[in-house]
């Protein structure tokens, strides 16, 4: 049973545009979420996050928001640069389970020059 | 040098190995975990240490076991290593309690089995 989902595989965008990817979760419980960025041969670097009181958090040219009532979340990367292209992967966190991260699959982002 | 050092960053054994990976942090964090992650899906998490004296079992331990050396280091082992087992591994840390802690990385340790 998967709690958070990344429905999209992945995703292409030009550079300059917008880059919107979506997270689902079905745990009502989790408090925090966040987003990790993946290079090919390295491991996830934390990119974002937010709490489940706040329903948008922006750190320059990212910003995650936070839909509780349809359990729903996205990362928006405004301007998409050609090395934003990774895997983004969706975090969850309950205090419940002292803050263990539940993941998704993925999204690979491709920004094209 | 790397926060979070996993050893090796390759291996290639046969089935029925004890297999070891390390990893040793000088971030100075209280929480260590360890990962597996296979083509197409997520992280899921192996096993967890809060403190040297605390080990949990995660979401995928069967055929797992971990030893929390000291508070730098947490090792995964393999006691007989199957094929299945062939995934991406990822050890990590935070400082403590609270949901917005982000869990720091290694770079993985990639491993094989024939």
């Known amino acids: 049973d998967q709690q958070v989902k990344q429905n999209s595989p992945s995703l292409s965008v030009q550079e300059g545009r917008i880059s919107i990817l979506n997270c689902d979760y079905t745990n009502s419980m989790f408090d925090y979420f966040l987003w990790y960025k993946k290079y090919p041969a390295e491991g996830p670097t934390f990119l974002i996050s937010i709490s489940s009181i706040k329903d948008k958090n922006e750190d320059g040219r990212f910003t995650v928001f936070l839909n509780k009532s349809a359990k729903h979340l996205s990362l928006h990367i405004v301007p998409s640069q050609p090395g934003d292209s990774a895997v983004y992967f969706c975090?969850?966190?309950?205090?419940?389970?002292?803050?263990?991260?539940?993941f998704g699959k993925g999204t690979l982002l491709t920004v094209n020059p | 040098d790397a926060d979070v050092t996993q050893t090796p960053r390759n291996r290639i054994t046969k089935t029925g190995k004890r297999i070891m990976l390390e990893c040793s942090q000088t971030?100075?964090?209280?929480?260590m975990y360890w990962y597996r992650q296979d083509p197409g899906l997520g992280l899921r998490l192996i096993y967890y240490s809060f403190d040297v004296k605390d080990i949990n079992k995660g979401e995928i331990s069967d055929g797992y076991s971990v030893s929390r050396q000291a508070q730098a280091k947490f090792s995964l082992s393999l006691e007989s290593a199957i094929p299945n087992q062939t995934a991406l591994y990822f050890c990590a840390t935070s400082v403590g309690t609270g949901g917005d802690q982000p869990q720091h990385f290694g770079d993985g340790t990639r491993l094989s089995i024939l």
């Open positions: 971030k100075g964090h209280d929480r």
């Open positions: 975090a969850a966190s309950a205090i419940g389970s002292n803050y263990k991260l539940t």
